[in-house]
């Protein structure tokens, strides 16, 4: 381990105790639980998402407590994941400080770019669970999802307007990642929206014919 990583954990370490809740601590163990079986071939970019992931699905279980002890609101996890990552990032340097050097270690490293992807056609459905998943049908007929996980680019407001999207023809731009699934407990192939447009009306007219 190097040095400025151990001085670094200790601190840090040291400004928690007492801190922390039964439940906080149970939240790191399941994340470092998933954390750990996140493939180490992955990239960097996509180890932060997955161990994002994990946070998220683990801590959403306590979201009434996290919300009364530290006001993280999952209603507004988008703005405030941020907030709970430090939470049980600390937590998570006692229950798997090997975990926290290697989130240390891939964010000093040089991130490689992801290759991104596009496609076009109309939205078909949207789903709500733990995320929003957009249905899109393309121009062969085939209906793939695709999953809003981070920051969109857009020309639509899609904080307040995604529910309007149903019925139109877009352009999405995305990535593909393995992210954990905790309901299957194994990880899976995800389409990640990087950017989502609205079609001009020639191109509305080909894809509204499906």
């Given at each position: 381990?190097?040095?400025?990583?151990?001085?670094?954990?200790?601190?840090?370490?040291?400004?928690?105790?007492?801190?922390?809740?039964?439940?906080?601590?149970?939240?790191?163990?399941?994340?470092?639980?998933c954390a750990n079986?996140?493939?180490?071939?992955?990239?960097?970019?996509?180890?932060?998402?997955q161990?994002?992931?994990?946070?998220?699905?683990?801590?959403?279980?306590?979201?009434?407590?996290?919300?009364?002890?530290?006001?993280?609101?999952?209603?507004?996890i988008?703005?405030?994941a941020?907030?709970?990552?430090?939470?049980?990032?600390?937590?998570?340097?006692?229950?798997?400080?090997?975990?926290?050097?290697e989130?240390?270690?891939?964010?000093?490293?040089?991130?490689?770019?992801?290759?991104?992807?596009?496609?076009q056609g109309?939205?078909v459905?949207?789903?709500?669970?733990?995320?929003?998943?957009?249905?899109?049908k393309?121009?062969?007929?085939?209906?793939?999802?695709?999953?809003?996980l981070?920051?969109?680019?857009?020309?639509?407001?899609?904080?307040?307007?995604?529910?309007?999207?149903?019925?139109?023809?877009?352009?999405?731009?995305?990535?593909?990642?393995?992210?954990?699934?905790?309901?299957?407990?194994?990880?899976?192939?995800?389409?990640?929206?990087?950017?989502?447009?609205?079609?001009?009306?020639?191109?509305?007219?080909?894809?509204g014919?499906?």
């Amino acid at each position: 381990m190097e040095k400025k990583h151990l001085l670094i954990l200790v601190l840090i370490t040291i400004g928690f105790k007492g801190f922390s809740q039964d439940y906080v601590k149970k939240i790191a163990n399941k994340t470092c639980e998933c954390a750990n079986k996140i493939p180490d071939s992955v990239s960097n970019d996509t180890y932060n998402m997955q161990l994002g992931v994990c946070m998220i699905a683990s801590a959403k279980p306590y979201k009434k407590k996290l919300k009364k002890d530290f006001d993280i609101d999952f209603n507004h996890i988008d703005t405030q994941a941020e907030q709970l990552g430090e939470l049980i990032g600390m937590q998570m340097i006692g229950s798997c400080p090997n975990t926290m050097i290697e989130i240390a270690r891939r964010n000093e490293e040089p991130q490689i770019e992801e290759v991104s992807l596009n496609i076009q056609g109309k939205i078909v459905n949207i789903e709500e669970n733990q995320f929003v998943f957009f249905l899109l049908k393309d121009g062969t007929g085939k209906t793939k999802k695709f999953i809003w996980l981070s920051y969109i680019e857009s020309d639509i407001d899609l904080f307040t307007d995604y529910k309007e999207m149903k019925s139109k023809a877009v352009s999405i731009t995305y990535k593909k990642q393995e992210l954990y699934d905790p309901r299957i407990g194994e990880y899976r192939n995800y389409n990640i929206i990087i950017s989502i447009e609205k079609l001009r009306s020639s191109t509305r007219s080909t894809i509204g014919m499906l």
